[in-house]
């Protein structure tokens, strides 16, 4: 069973940086893709930035240029570097890992972004 903890989040404001870290815990195999999502209240959970264990990335549209996300294999641990932040931005961070065809999900992390 995979455990992920999630940190990173906090207030910033509108411009600035946040960088998220997620570490899996509970397992000696590889993960495969590893991932950020958000989901603001009320809606759907969405894609901000994945990275599969070789290292290719997909980001979403509306933070590319801005969010970089890395992954440091051996110490499974993904991180999401949140650059020129806006408020749009405030929503909570969801950390996600895939094995063997499971996904595990973290707790989550909240950023929020003053104008």
């Known amino acids: 069973q995979v455990q992920l903890v999630e940190s990173g989040g906090g207030l910033v404001q509108a411009g600035g940086s946040l960088r998220l870290s997620c570490a899996a815990s509970g397992t000696r195999l590889s993960i495969d893709t590893m991932g950020w999502y958000h989901q603001a209240p009320g809606k759907q959970r969405e894609l901000v930035a994945a990275i599969t264990s070789g290292g290719s990335t997909n980001y979403a549209d509306s933070v590319k240029g801005r969010f970089t996300i890395s992954r440091d294999n051996a110490k499974n641990t993904v991180y999401l570097q949140m650059n020129s932040l806006k408020p749009e931005d405030s929503v909570r961070y969801y950390c996600?890992?895939?094995?063997?065809?499971?996904?595990?999900w973290g707790q989550g992390t909240q950023v929020t972004v003053s104008s």
């Open positions: 996600k890992a895939d094995q063997w065809g499971r996904s595990y």
